[in-house]
């Protein structure tokens, strides 16, 4: 139907990141659960910064001399943990009741 | 003296779930703990639940879970950037009780299945983290956890706790998982209203389809994408091993909008909304990466166990089935009064003689040899393709010479020896 086609229109459509993240509830906790263990080793053992590529909430950014860490986005899937070609990334749960929080799928 | 139960189970997911349910009609006296603020708020599948695991939990289930559309029809389609080459099987009769399978959204179906295992006598506490394992005399006697004054009792433990488990590699059951041996899988559940949806895929209210698209979905990487329909929405996702993932460089988020604007995809979801957006990890190494599955006061289930068959996207009805051997082992165990190590290896015995060691060993070698051979998805896909493109284009050319032109597509890029040892290859690790 037609009426129908102009309404679905004006839905939104999440296309980068930051809207995608925008979708999702989360329950940060006041310190990171996610920690880079040593600054060095991504500045020299590390030139591509793979899990600033492959994390898939976009929480690893490089920022000049260190990884910044946004842990509030994450989805606690543990792809930075095994991919890390350097074992660099200690990764825990967030506390009880913190972190994501998913309300569908 | 802290509270002593028979069973801890840890995690809410399916095999938790199930294990906790089991146990609790048994009569005895279980615990259950998940780290999220409710059961499913840390989960996410595909949406594929398997009727017959689920019905031997709870019988005839679907009359009161929360399930979204039977599936009818499952569609496959081989992508290339223009085109695709597709199969179908659909049956009616996948719609009449009991149905074939369901879809279904986590979060919610996750809730109602946990609050079946409490209404059946189980205990259930959310919003916290098991840290560890208390192990004395080389026996898991209960579980450290995040909460003051938070050591719990068991008999036995059961590890439901998910892909990462970190819980089984504390205790040196498991290895790091490799890049290699997880897919990285991001999904998007997409608002579209219920006519649209069966309109779009030519179904009515209650009845669903599955897509799972392979080859340019994926950009010729090892992995798929999907579109699974549920009653108001569609689950669409797309997953790589962390290893293809890594290699190719590729933003998980990118390339699910590569799917989305895929020609061939665009069209199904024109005009969705996004309502969330997920990221999960799903164990792929199959048989070779299952850990030891018990020990002393211990077993392990689900995702935790890596019990995952790639190849045909099943996963939770291997959690359910294997959540209750794990139940049925330790009912007997408690019968017995023995949760010795040589009494909880029955349940490795039985999930090597059920589907679930079965369909792993028939395909231990599919993953590793797909990701050394990247040529089925890079190469094969696109040329069956453009064969079968170019031997429908109807331009004056006689149709066996059509024949030949298609089958040259193959050996003339590829050599026919190669041809034929991939293709033996192929058969050889799906067979």
């Known amino acids: 139907?037609?009426?129908?086609?102009?309404?679905?229109?004006?839905?939104?459509?999440?296309?980068?990141?930051?809207?995608?993240?925008?979708?999702?509830?989360?329950?940060?906790?006041?310190?990171?659960?996610?920690?880079?263990?040593?600054?060095?080793?991504?500045?020299?053992?590390?030139?591509?910064?793979?899990?600033?590529?492959?994390?898939?909430?976009?929480?690893?950014?490089?920022?000049?001399?260190?990884?910044?860490?946004?842990?509030?986005?994450?989805?606690?899937?543990?792809?930075c943990r095994i991919g890390c070609p350097h074992e660099n990334i200690k990764w825990e749960y967030p506390k009880g009741g913190h972190g994501i929080v998913f309300r569908l799928g | 003296m802290p509270e002593k139960f028979d069973v801890i189970v840890v995690g809410a997911g399916p095999s938790g779930t199930s294990c906790a349910y089991k146990c609790a009609k048994a009569g005895l006296k279980v615990l259950q703990i998940e780290r999220g603020e409710y059961p499913g708020s840390k989960n996410v599948m595909?949406?594929?639940?398997?009727?017959?695991?689920?019905?031997?939990?709870?019988?005839?289930?679907?009359?009161?879970?929360?399930?979204?559309?039977?599936?009818?029809?499952?569609?496959?389609?081989?992508?290339?950037?223009?085109?695709?080459?597709?199969?179908?099987?659909k049956n009616n009769d996948w719609e009449k009780e009991p149905c074939n399978n369901y879809t279904i959204l986590r979060a919610k179906f996750d809730q109602w299945f946990a609050n079946k295992a409490v209404e059946a006598g189980s205990l259930l506490i959310n919003e916290t983290v098991v840290l560890e394992c208390i192990v004395?005399?080389?026996?898991?006697?209960?579980?450290?956890?995040?909460?003051?004054?938070?050591?719990?009792?068991?008999?036995?433990?059961?590890?439901?706790?998910?892909?990462?488990s970190l819980l089984a590699k504390k205790l040196?059951?498991?290895?790091?998982?490799?890049?290699?041996?997880?897919?990285?899988?991001?999904?998007?559940?997409?608002?579209?209203?219920?006519?649209?949806?069966?309109?779009?895929?030519?179904?009515?209210?209650?009845?669903?389809v599955t897509i799972e698209l392979f080859g340019d979905a994926t950009k010729g990487n090892l992995g798929t994408a999907f579109i699974y329909t549920n009653k108001e929405s569609l689950n669409l996702g797309v997953g790589t091993t962390l290893s293809s993932m890594i290699k190719a460089k590729m933003k998980p988020y990118e390339l699910i909008e590569y799917v989305k604007n895929h020609p061939m995809v665009r069209p199904f979801i024109e005009g969705a909304e996004s309502a969330e957006y997920l990221a999960h990890l799903i164990p792929e190494g199959g048989f070779y990466s299952m850990p030891k599955l018990y020990g002393n006061g211990v077993l392990l289930v689900g995702d935790a166990a890596q019990m995952v068959n790639g190849i045909h996207r099943e996963g939770s009805n291997m959690a359910m089935a294997s959540g209750t051997l794990a139940a049925e082992t330790i009912?007997?165990?408690?019968?017995?009064?023995?949760?010795?190590?040589?009494?909880?290896?029955?349940?490795?015995?039985?999930?090597?003689?059920?589907?679930?060691?079965?369909?792993?060993?028939?395909?231990?070698?599919?993953?590793?040899?797909?990701?050394?051979?990247?040529?089925?998805?890079?190469?094969?896909?696109?040329?069956?393709?453009?064969?079968?493109?170019?031997?429908?284009?109807?331009?004056?050319?006689?149709?066996?010479?059509?024949?030949?032109?298609?089958?040259?597509?193959?050996?003339k890029e590829k050599g026919t020896f190669t041809v034929v040892k991939d293709l033996y290859r192929a058969w050889k690790v799906m067979k």
């Not at chain 2, 709870?58 to 879970?65: G, L, M, Q, R």
């Not at chain 2, 490799?178 to 009845?207: C, G, H, S, W």
């Open chain 1, 1 to 79: 139907m037609e009426g129908d086609e102009i309404k679905m229109e004006e839905k939104k459509n999440a296309q980068t990141i930051e809207e995608k993240q925008y979708l999702i509830r989360f329950k940060a906790d006041t310190e990171s659960h996610l920690h880079v263990l040593s600054h060095d080793v991504c500045i020299e053992k590390c030139p591509d910064k793979l899990c600033t590529i492959f994390c898939p909430a976009e929480v690893y950014k490089w920022e000049d001399i260190r990884m910044h860490v946004g842990y509030e986005g994450c989805h606690e899937c543990g792809s």
């Open chain 2, 46 to 89: 595909g949406g594929v639940l398997y009727r017959k695991q689920m019905e031997a939990v709870i019988p005839e289930f679907w009359k009161d879970a929360p399930v979204e559309r039977a599936i009818v029809e499952q569609r496959a389609w081989m992508l290339d950037k223009n085109s695709m080459v597709t199969t179908s099987v």
């Open chain 2, 136 to 164: 004395e005399d080389g026996k898991v006697v209960g579980v450290r956890t995040d909460r003051p004054d938070g050591d719990v009792y068991a008999d036995v433990v059961v590890l439901a706790d998910g892909v990462n």
């Open chain 2, 172 to 208: 040196g059951y498991h290895n790091e998982l490799k890049p290699e041996e997880v897919a990285l899988t991001v999904m998007e559940v997409l608002n579209l209203p219920k006519n649209v949806i069966n309109d779009r895929f030519n179904v009515t209210d209650n009845q669903g």
């Open chain 2, 331 to 411: 009912i007997a165990a408690k019968e017995k009064g023995d949760y010795s190590e040589e009494t909880l290896s029955s349940y490795k015995t039985a999930i090597l003689d059920s589907f679930i060691g079965q369909d792993l060993k028939k395909y231990k070698d599919a993953n590793h040899t797909f990701e050394e051979q990247p040529q089925y998805f890079k190469d094969y896909i696109p040329m069956i393709n453009r064969a079968a493109s170019s031997f429908l284009t109807v331009d004056g050319t006689s149709k066996r010479d059509k024949q030949k032109e298609a089958i040259k597509t193959f050996t």
